[in-house]
């Protein structure tokens, strides 16, 4: 909820002005580090509970195992015991002070060139002694961007040798080249999709979750970039891949922390990002965990998975973004109404009818993009969406009103000669 906001008059020739621009909004989707987890239209960020299943969900199932257990491959502790690491994929929060340094890729045509700010005793997945996949992740708070790096060493010098790497903008729904790797086999960026202690303890997972199967498909679907595979036969299931649990899958007599997870499951789903062991969903080692809780997930089956299509939230394939990117950002006639529509960054847009604009749901304003409403009556439905960066400037004439989603507090209705001043870098009307 806003918190209360004071009044000021006005501005001239019968002029009102509020700006919507840091304080003020719930924030957009997951967050983390103080920034958003990716814009909250992007796939990952996106509802896919009421979507068709897709054709081959049956064989897809079948081939990751339809009587194989769901696995937490996150928790407290270390494993193997006494000789083993963290269990899950650690990341790192740093700042502007963070000194960059070289990073030696083994893919570099395929990987985003350094430096990368990365301190010399980053979490490495599995541990210092690991011989996985040994993951390091980075969120830079300061420009929220993600840095990830795959079979990562450390040198003496401070600089790291990796397989590979790649730099995501948390900002952005911008996707790698086509064909591109990351530190993930599917091209994707690995943190959006981990279960988090946090996450779990607040009552709602806002995300897909990432997860493994032992054979996949020599393809990949959006939004995957990548594919890591010589198998051709349809039977198996491309990178990139969504399922969900089943609506039926009943809830009740799971523990209150398991059921978070489930019904981020249902109503997210979870994306296929690498080869590994079948329905091994990824998460944040983190000594709140109660591993005991964790293995009740064990009780989840393949069969309870059906395989998503989400082909109709596809918007641009260079994009992860859900919904549809706007020309003018303004609908012909008296009474405009902007729907599914994303500002793009750098765009600037002065929308003026002459009756009303009523704006969302699926509306975002990306960063750096500035729109004006201006007009006798401007509705801000839920699901309106400045993300950090984004201005949003209304007007209307002497006597209008502006009408505000349920989330806002009170005053409900604010005239021209009294407008409560709005400044807000990002926020979501839901």
Known sequence: ????????????????????????????GPQIAGCSLLPADNIWNVAV?????????????????SDVSVHADFGSGIWPPQTGGPIGIPFVEVGAAQPRVAVYFLYDEESDPGPYPIPPAAPIEGGDSATGDRHVLVVDRSDCVLYELFSAYPLMDGSWEAGSGARFDLLSNDLRPAGWTSADAAGLPILPGLVRYDEVASGEIRHALRFTAPQTRRDYVWPARHFASSLSEPRYPPMGQRFRLRSDFPLAGFSSEAQVILQALKTYGMLLADNGSAWYLSGVPDERWDNDVLREL???RGADFEAVDVSSLLRD????????????????????????????????TDCQVPASITAGPGVLLASGSEV????????????????????????ANAGARAREPSRWTPPRKLTAAKRPPLRARSGNLR
């Open 49 to 65: 509970d009421t979507l068709p299943v897709d054709a081959r969900s049956a064989a897809y199932v079948d081939t990751i195992g």
């Open 298 to 300: 064990r009780q989840v």
């Open 1 to 28: 909820m806003l918190p209360p906001l004071p009044h000021r008059l006005g501005l001239g020739l019968g002029l009102a002005v509020f700006l919507i621009g840091v304080s003020g909004f719930t924030p957009a």
């Open 317 to 348: 394939a260079d994009s992860a973004g859900t919904s549809d990117v706007a020309t003018d950002g303004c609908p012909p006639g008296p009474a405009a109404v902007v729907q599914n529509v994303t500002y793009p960054s750098g765009s600037v």
């Open 372 to 395: 004006t409403y201006d007009a006798p009556l401007v509705i801000l439905a839920n699901g309106f969406t400045v993300a950090a960066g984004g201005l949003l400037e209304l007007l």
